[in-house]
T-cell receptor, first 117, second 120 residues
Framework: AQKVTQAQTEISVVEKEDVTLDCVYETRDTTYYLFWYKQPPSGELVFLIRRNSFDEQNEISGRYSWNFQKSTSSFNFTITASQVVDSAVYFCALRGYSGGSNYKLTFGKGTLLTVNP | EAGVAQSPRYKIIEKRQSVAFWCNPISGHATLYWYQQILGQGPKLLIQFQNNGVVDDSQLPKDRFSAERLKGVDSTLKIQPAKLEDSAVYLC??????????????????FGEGSRLTVL
């Protein structure tokens, strides 16, 4: 069974602060994929980042960066110099691969990020 | 490229009534998903289609929910009769899987804006 835990329910920061969203996952699959999605008030889930389990290299893309640590089953997401437009609910998600045909995506409960001006 | 289209955006019904939601995926996407998102929770998969066949409906309450994708393109999700606990946003998503290369496994999902259901 797959499980994704986002312990932070809500985070509030002031514009230009850095903010890190935590994600811890559980899976028995040896190959899996981790995702972050953003859900603004409009409701549409927007894909942000995908990492696979065999590549722990962390990256930075603009103001976004992520820290994938297999040893602690964590996939944290950081926004640098936050902006008001970053206010949204952020979901961490996991997709396992067991050689079958079902690539079900399991979501965490989400973290509501509010960036105040 | 047009995104995933869903309708209606909002629906209010009384319990025991029926409701239907429609989804048109991105052109060429073989896989279509319906997710239920209850307020304050992450989306939960209800049903997954590959073309017009069902891949996974293990979490679909089949006594009241049904879904079809007859021609392997657009899809309809129906609830009959609705219960108060069905109040949620119903999200449709599509992906190219089974595709080639990176998308075959990573299967990035593209989501619609959702249909918000309120059951009174």
């Amino acid at each position: 069974a797959q499980k994704v835990t986002q312990a932070q329910t809500e985070i509030s920061v002031v514009e230009k602060e850095d903010v890190t969203l935590d994600c811890v996952y559980e899976t028995r699959d040896t190959t899996y994929y981790l995702f972050w999605y953003k859900q603004p008030p409009s409701g549409e889930l927007v894909f942000l980042i995908r990492r696979n389990s065999f590549d722990e290299q962390n990256e930075i893309s603009g103001r976004y960066s992520w820290n994938f640590q297999k040893s602690t089953s964590s996939f944290n997401f950081t926004i640098t110099a936050s902006q008001v437009v970053d206010s949204a609910v952020y979901f961490c998600a996991l997709r396992g691969y067991s050689g079958g045909s079902n690539y079900k995506l399991t979501f965490g409960k989400g973290t509501l990020l509010t960036v105040n001006p | 490229e047009a995104g995933v289209a869903q309708s209606p955006r909002y629906k209010i019904i009384e319990k025991r009534q029926s409701v239907a939601f429609w989804c048109n995926p991105i052109s060429g996407h073989a896989t279509l998903y319906w997710y239920q998102q209850i307020l304050g929770q992450g989306p939960k998969l209800l049903i997954q289609f590959q073309n017009n066949g069902v891949v996974d409906d293990s979490q679909l309450p089949k006594d009241r929910f049904s879904a079809e994708r007859l021609k392997g393109v657009d899809s309809t999700l129906k609830i009959q009769p609705a219960k108060l606990e069905d109040s949620a946003v119903y999200l449709c998503a599509s992906s190219r899987w089974p595709g080639t290369g990176a998308h075959q496994r990573t299967g990035e999902l593209f989501f619609g804006e959702g249909s918000r259901l309120t059951v009174l």
